[in-house]
Structure formats: structure tokens, C-alpha cells
């Protein structure tokens, strides 16, 4: 009997086809369920926002002076609020509006200029004391949340990373931040002060310095600077306990300073520090440490911020009449104002 192969050939085809189809419905299906999955990560990230926000904006609070506006983070139970020293200026006391909407009268406890912070207390503790994290477990990459007052516009947020950790910014007026938080988070007027914290909530950072942007001379997008939460922890606690630092961890040469265009000049040299102690003279222009450039009162204290009490540089100096010298001089700390 003669037979024909059509009705494989045709079999084949459909099973082929039901194959296909099959296939198809399968991709469909994972690509559905991929779309299910990344959108419940997205509302379970938005979530996280949402509870760190609430979790977080009790504890920060907005300060007003005459000369403006800035933010604080409620430190403690007993009513103590840490913020920048330039939010709080030379004033001694504010008025402090709470999250709540509630206007108390703070009181400054004290100040330590060179690390831009200070203590304000309020005659309330019933507020809500923030949680501060270990900043040294940081990483590059981690989530950060800016929460203050920017531009007077009260308890807004902002997102972004840790972008780099240990830098050490000027911010002029001879306050160097030393070992500072670099995040993408915006950082705006009024955030100074205020609150950088982690996916949980807890506080890695005061928000204190956006980067400027040399050739546009506005503020650089995406650049913020915050003070480390375990610096902070430091020398509030210190303000707080004896009304200034006793132990600042920062080094300190012992003179006062001017920008000469070409160096850095000395103005006035204290007595028994380590610039008296090294023959440091009025009229010497410090042009280098430890061969890095000081064309600046800016440069020399970030330069110097990369060291610590107990070590020994060599300053690049030249003196009034032309002549050049290298001088060595073991750091000091620097010393809080009682």
C-alpha cells in the first residue's frame, strides 16, 4: 500500500505550533511577573521613604534668627538641640519652631567654631530625641535622606547616596570639615543644621555645606557636604556636659592668619603653643606642609585637617626679608572655649 508523509508533515506543524504558543505564553507570563516584582520593590522602596520620614521629622526642628533660617536635630530628652554654629551665628538666643508647629525660646549652651557646631536648649523635653548611627560603618552607595527646613520651606526631604566618604572641605572663615559625608541629596539653604539619615532613619550626618560650582559661581547640583554623626555625637556631648570641648581630636598650630595672594601670613603667633614652641614669627608667610601648596588660609587648614594632635610637619616658610626656611612644628589640639 502506498502511503504519503503529508500527515506527519502537517502533525509535525502543529505540534510545532503548540510548542511555540506555549513557549509565548511562558515568556508572557515571566514578564508579567517581572513587571509584578519590580513594581512591588518600587512601592516597597517608596514605603521606606514614607516611614523614615515620619520616623525622623519629629526629631528635626527649624531655628530662626535675625539673620535667617536653619535647621536643628532634637539631641536628647532633656531638651538640648544640636545645629551648625554659623545657623546660630552670635546670637545666644532663638526661637525654635518644632515639627508640630509649636514656638519655643532656646538658649545657646555653647559652640565649637572650627567643627561649625553648637548646642541650643529649649524648655521642653517632651520632644522627640533622634537616633544617631555610627558613622564609620558608612559605605559608598549607601541611601541618604536630607530632612530640614531648605529655603524656610519647613520639614522637606530630599534623597540621594553617600557619594564619598572622609573629605575634608573648607567652608572659609578658617572652618575646615574634617573626614565630611559627601552626598548626592540636595543640600539647600536652611537644610544647615538639619538632619542626613540612613534607610533606617537613624541620623549619619548634619547637613552643613552644598558645593559651589567655580565657573558658574552657583551652587554645583548633586555635591552636598554633611559633619559625621559619630563628630557630632562627640562634641555636643562634650558642649553639653561641660559647656565646651575639652577634647576636639583636631590639630592646631596656635596663630592667627591672613591670604597674602601667594601664601598664607602669619599675623600673631600665641604664646606656648606650638608655633611659639617651633619659632614660628609674626611677618612669616607659610607656603607649603610637608611639600603640599598653601596658597591659601583655605588650603592650609584643609591641608592641616588631614593630620592629628601629636604629629609633626614641616612648614615651607618665608620670612619678612625674602629669606626661605623649613620649620618643624608637632601639632597641638585644639582647644574648646569655655
Not at 509584578?36 to 521613604?49: D, E, I, R
Not at 536643628?72 to 552670635?90: A, E, L, P, Q, R
Not at 548626592?184 to 544647615?192: C, D, E, Q, V
Amino acid at each position: 500500500m502506498k502511503r504519503t508523509r503529508l500527515p506527519l508533515v502537517i502533525l509535525a506543524a502543529a505540534a510545532c505550533i503548540a510548542v511555540l504558543v506555549g513557549f509565548a505564553s511562558g515568556r508572557a507570563a515571566k514578564s508579567t511577573q517581572a513587571t509584578q516584582s519590580s513594581a512591588n520593590t518600587g512601592v516597597a522602596l517608596q514605603n521606606t521613604f514614607v516611614s523614615v520620614f515620619k520616623k525622623v521629622s519629629p526629631s528635626v526642628v527649624q531655628i530662626q534668627t535675625p539673620e535667617g533660617l536653619g535647621s536643628g536635630i532634637v539631641f536628647d530628652s532633656k531638651g538640648d538641640i544640636v545645629t551648625n554654629d554659623h545657623v546660630v551665628s552670635t546670637y545666644k538666643t532663638f526661637t525654635v519652631l518644632t515639627s508640630t508647629g509649636k514656638r519655643l525660646t532656646g538658649k545657646l549652651v555653647g559652640d565649637f567654631p572650627p567643627d561649625d557646631l553648637a548646642v541650643i536648649e529649649v524648655p521642653d523635653t517632651n520632644l522627640q530625641p533622634a537616633r544617631f548611627a555610627n558613622s564609620s560603618n558608612l559605605q559608598v552607595g549607601d541611601i541618604a535622606m536630607a530632612i530640614g527646613n531648605p529655603l524656610g520651606l519647613a520639614s522637606s526631604v530630599t534623597e540621594g547616596i553617600v557619594s564619598a566618604l572622609g573629605r575634608n572641605e573648607s567652608e572659609g572663615n578658617d572652618v575646615t570639615l574634617v573626614g565630611a559625608i559627601q552626598t548626592s541629596a540636595a543640600i539647600n539653604p536652611g537644610n544647615s543644621g538639619g538632619a542626613l539619615v540612613d534607610i533606617v532613619g537613624n541620623v549619619i550626618g548634619i547637613p552643613t555645606l552644598a558645593a559651589t560650582d567655580p565657573q558658574l559661581g552657583g551652587a554645583a547640583a548633586g555635591i552636598g557636604f554633611a559633619i559625621p554623626s559619630n563628630t557630632v555625637k562627640s562634641i555636643a556631648s562634650q558642649i553639653i556636659e561641660h559647656g565646651h570641648v575639652v577634647n576636639s581630636g583636631r590639630p592646631y598650630i596656635g596663630i592667627t592668619i591672613g591670604d597674602t595672594g601667594n601664601g598664607v601670613y602669619v599675623a600673631s603667633v600665641k604664646a606656648k603653643t606650638p608655633a611659639a614652641q617651633a619659632g614660628l614669627k609674626v611677618g612669616d608667610v607659610i607656603t607649603a606642609v610637608d611639600g603640599t601648596p598653601t596658597p591659601t588660609s583655605n588650603d592650609l587648614g584643609t591641608v592641616l585637617a588631614g593630620y592629628k594632635p601629636g604629629q609633626t610637619v614641616t612648614l615651607s616658610i618665608t620670612h619678612q626679608s625674602g629669606a626661605k626656611a623649613k620649620i618643624k612644628v608637632t601639632l597641638g589640639q585644639y582647644p574648646g572655649t569655655p
